[in-house]
């Protein structure tokens, strides 16, 4: 029996991935999937789960979808990912109108499950080991054909007080490399230009399997394969190794911008937040990777509101921005998630926390503003990403930008310039915070 099946994936890259290999275990299985839910026989919501503002977003699609099956234009929906896993009692006693969950250690077993719906006769509720889940598999690519993600390892062992993934993933699991470079180098046969190497924490790799940080020697073996751009995101601080920063120095495709969630600067609440690092840790390694890599363009993730945050503490973190210059930051207000440590410790309120993330979104945008005017009258390598007919301008990504959270560049060509191919760029002016320029060659 053949049924067609849709699928929304929320959350982060890593999630995306998961659905990506959803996507090809239930083409494998002999269904169809549609883009649209409308039609299909059934609807998969691959949810996102770590922040009680990322569950508000899964359940609005949820009852989305419910809608569509009250009014007969969906049969079954399946709940997946991080809030099955977080709120499986909750989900199936909440929301009758969801037929089935799968939890975060059961993605493997979506076919079954759709089977089971379609039968009428189980309401299905598979929640694996997440410890010990599969991590491999075909994907079916939802990312435009030039650029795709390499999760190369699951769960986290770092367990940051106000964090509940490590509670959702797992502990931290690497994949073994030769399976990572076969799937790499399947991705770089179809096409894709662009590899982002992605995890909770990718600088881990490989110490779970041998006791020793194996990111720098899998760095050396994707950089033989026929991608152009190399893309790291989610180092922890302190895992930064000396053979790691001079792989990513000597590498001309490990592209040099380097994505390192801080979430604070303060040494009081780094080490309330069991964060391995102090201030003079974090400076000091800025230091160290802007000396040994040029052009370096940081990325990073704060936290504003955090536990033991007072005025000046903030103020700190404030002046910590202003002073390393962090190129592209992530400024998230603390949410004190059910579950963790963070949640029961002394925090300011939310209107208060929030007030401090619009002034630390100030003090970023500031830094962008004095970035993309230092970076004004340059000639860069662009990924051409498509045409905006509203501008009347292509538009694509320079190394300094990250698909879906950076910015854009736009720029002007004489010819047309077709999509995945890199061209010259001069950079001319800024237009509504992002850059714009013409096509050099
Ligand atoms: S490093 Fe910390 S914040 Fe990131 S996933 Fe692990 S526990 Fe969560």
Redesign the pocket.
């Given at each position: 029996m053949s049924y067609t099946v849709s699928f929304i994936s929320l959350g982060c890259a890593k999630n995306q991935v998961n659905c990506e290999q959803m996507m090809a275990t239930v083409q494998a299985a002999g269904y169809t999937i549609q883009i649209q839910p409308e039609g299909a026989d059934v609807v998969v919501v691959n949810t996102c789960g770590f922040l009680a503002s990322a569950c508000e977003e899964a359940i609005g699609n949820i009852l989305e979808m419910a809608e569509l099956k009250k009014a007969g234009k969906v049969k079954k929906i399946l709940v997946t990912g991080c809030m099955a896993q977080r709120y499986k009692e909750d989900v199936l006693k909440e929301l009758p109108e969801v037929d089935g969950i799968l939890g975060t250690g059961s993605y493997g077993d979506i076919a079954d499950a759709i089977r089971e719906v379609m039968s009428d006769t189980v309401r299905p509720c598979h929640m694996g080991n997440i410890h010990t889940a599969g991590q491999s598999g075909e994907r079916i690519l939802s990312t435009p054909p030039w650029y795709a993600y390499l999760r190369i390892a699951e769960g986290?062992d770092?367990?940051?007080a106000y964090?509940v993934?490590?509670s959702l993933r797992g502990k931290y699991r690497s994949r073994p490399m030769e399976e990572l470079l076969e799937e790499a180098a399947e991705l770089a046969d179809s096409g894709v230009k662009e590899l982002l190497v992605i995890a909770?924490?990718i600088t881990r790799y490989g110490t779970d399997w041998s006791g020793e940080h194996k990111l720098a020697e899998l760095l050396r073996e994707l950089c033989k394969l026929d991608f152009h751009w190399i893309r790291l995101h989610y180092l922890?601080p302190d895992e930064i190794t000396d053979e790691l920063i001079d792989t990513i120095a000597r590498e001309e495709k490990i592209l040099p911008y380097l994505d390192i969630?801080m979430q604070h600067c303060n040494d009081t609440i780094l080490k309330a937040m069991n964060r391995r690092d102090t201030k003079a840790d974090l400076v000091a390694l800025v230091d160290k990777l802007r000396s040994r890599i040029p052009n370096l363009v940081l990325r990073t993730s704060l936290i504003a509101g955090l536990p033991y945050e007072d005025e000046a503490a903030f103020e700190e973190l404030c002046q910590f921005l202003r002073d390393e210059r962090i190129e592209r930051a992530g400024i998230f207000t603390f949410s004190p998630e059910e579950g963790t440590r963070a949640a029961l410790m002394d925090h300011v309120d939310t209107e208060e926390a929030k007030r401090r993330t619009e002034l630390l979104v100030d003090v970023q945008s500031d830094i962008i503003d004095d970035y993309h005017d230092s970076i004004l009258g340059q000639e860069r390598e662009v990924l051409c990403e498509g045409f905006d007919p509203q501008a009347q301008m292509f538009f694509g990504r320079s190394y300094a930008e990250s698909p879906e959270i950076d910015g854009r560049i736009y720029f002007t060509a004489d010819d047309q310039v077709e999509a995945g191919t890199f061209v010259q760029v001069r950079f001319t002016g800024v237009m509504d915070g992002e850059i714009t320029g013409e096509m050099v060659s």
């Open positions: 986290c770092n367990h940051c964090c993934i490590p909770q924490d922890y969630p």
